[in-house]
């Protein structure tokens, strides 16, 4: 940073003419805003060096992602890494907070190189990284057993016209402060719902885990969660112990569903023209991942791409 004079007394300034005082003045606002153009000109990150794909990970995050490369995140980036011709490393950190910091935007104390250059997923206009044009769209869902006595819903907001009888038997497994919190407030339902943490501070347990362990213990009757998350379970769990899912619908005062994009770091603007062209040229192969996974996805806004930074 450059120097900047230390603060005039009152008396020294009122003791100039006006011309020396607007002068003096012009030349301290120039100098603020060069200091502001140089910690801007800092902030600005190279590109990553070609050769290796460094992505940010979660090691137990599945469906997303784990150690073992078996969430869906992961093979999108085996195939980003595949296309390059680049080798794929990752950085794993569970995602929680801090995770960016941690990752994203943490230098090698040795090299001074960061670490991973590439969060796989994202929402579109994200607060803690650029974000490129997205590549998912996905909505939260209801989760529930197939013989429970909801029947088949063919969308979670059937869940309201159940007898009354049924209803007001529920136990509806909920994460705090989601769109889900917000559904079963609105709707009268919050004395059946039991209420998990947004986030659980071992990195061991997941909303995966969570709601699995209650459905299948019973101490929960269904639950609703992102969609991924629950499309994932359900694949788990066919047969006589088959689970359903019932995606949400939009509703004027609740978003359900979010559009997924990869993060990286501001300034990169080639890295992200890179990557924005290859999910455009890609998307039918991650659309194809997605399904593997049994994610509900949703049409992608035609304006998506246009949207972007």
Not at 141 to 156: F, V
Not at 175 to 200: C, E, I, K, M, N
Not at 256 to 271: K, V
């Amino acid at each position: 940073m450059p120097w900047i004079p230390a603060p005039l007394e009152s008396s020294s300034l009122n003791s100039m003419d006006a011309r020396h005082r607007r002068s003096l003045l012009i030349w301290m606002i120039s100098a603020l805003c060069a200091a502001a153009l140089a910690r801007g000109a800092v902030a600005q990150s190279p590109a990553p060096a070609a050769g290796v794909l460094r992505v940010c990970a979660d090691p137990n995050n599945l469906p997303q992602s784990n150690s073992r490369g078996e969430g869906y995140e992961n093979k999108i980036a085996e195939a980003l890494a595949r296309d390059l011709g680049w080798k794929l490393e990752y950085t794993f950190f569970p995602q929680r907070m801090g995770f960016e910091r941690n990752t994203l935007r943490n230098r090698d104390e040795t090299t001074q190189q960061y670490r991973c250059d590439l969060i796989m997923g994202v929402p579109v206009g994200y607060d803690r990284a650029a974000t490129t044009r997205p590549y998912m769209r996905s909505t939260y869902a209801l989760i529930y057993p197939k013989g429970a006595d909801l029947g088949e819903l063919k969308r979670a907001a059937d869940l309201l016209s159940l007898p009354d009888a049924k209803r007001r038997a529920l136990r509806i497994g909920v994460f705090a402060r989601t769109p889900a919190s917000d559904w079963v407030l609105r709707h009268g339902l919050l004395d059946h719902a039991v209420l998990y943490p947004p986030q659980s501070g071992d990195p061991a347990e997941t909303a995966q885990s969570i709601i699995e362990k209650g459905l299948a213990e019973h101490t929960i009757d269904a639950a609703i969660l992102w969609g991924p998350i629950a499309g994932f379970l359900a694949g788990r769990h066919g047969g006589a112990d088959t689970w359903l899912i019932a995606p949400f619908e939009p509703e004027p005062t609740i978003k359900f569903d979010y559009e997924i994009s990869m993060g990286l770091r501001a300034g990169e603007t080639e890295w992200k023209n890179r990557l924005d062209s290859w999910i455009g040229a890609h998307q039918p192969q991650i659309t194809q991942i997605l399904a593997s996974y049994h994610v509900p996805l949703l049409e992608l806004a035609e304006s998506s791409a246009a949207r972007q930074p």
